[in-house]
C-alpha cells in the first residue's frame, strides 16, 4: 500500500461519501424506509464510485473486477446497516447516525477493495 494510493481513496472517498449521503438524506427525509433509504444511497454511490475508486484511487478500471467490486459494496451495506440500527438506541437520528458510521465504514471499504477487489495489480500497490 502506498501513501499516493491511500490519498487518492481518501479523495474518491470524499466525493463518494457525499454523493451517498446526500442521495441517503434526501430519501431518509422524505419517509423512505431506513433499509430502503441505505439502499438507495449506496446504489447510487456505488454507480459513482466504481469510476472514481476504479480510475482514480486504484488506477484501474477494468469491468472484470466488477463482480468483487459489487461483493464489497454488498458486504459493506450489511455491515452498515447492522451497525445502523445497534446504534439506534444511543442516537436517535438516522442521518446522524450515519454520518458517524462513515469514517469506520470507509475504513472496511478500503480494506475491502485494496485486499479483495485491487489487489496484486500486477504486484504493485499504486
Not at 470524499?14 to 454523493?19: Q, R, S
Not at 439506534?88 to 480494506?111: C, I
Request: proline share 3%; aromatic share 12%.
Amino acid at each position: 500500500m502506498t501513501d499516493s494510493r491511500v490519498v487518492r481513496f481518501l479523495v474518491a472517498g470524499i466525493l463518494n461519501t457525499v454523493f451517498g449521503i446526500a442521495v441517503y438524506g434526501v430519501a431518509e427525509h422524505a419517509g423512505t424506509q431506513l433499509w430502503l433509504a441505505l439502499l438507495m444511497g449506496m446504489a447510487a454511490g456505488v454507480a459513482f464510485s466504481f469510476v472514481t475508486m476504479g480510475a482514480y484511487a486504484f488506477r484501474d478500471l477494468s469491468v472484470k473486477r466488477l463482480p468483487r467490486f459489487l461483493a464489497c459494496y454488498l458486504a459493506n451495506y450489511v455491515v452498515n446497516l447492522l451497525a445502523l440500527h445497534l446504534l439506534e438506541p444511543l442516537v436517535a437520528s438516522a442521518l446522524a447516525r450515519q454520518v458517524l458510521l462513515t469514517p469506520p465504514m470507509a475504513v472496511f471499504s478500503y480494506l475491502c477493495l485494496s485486499r479483495f477487489v485491487f489487489k496484486g495489480r500486477n504486484g504493485r500497490t499504486g
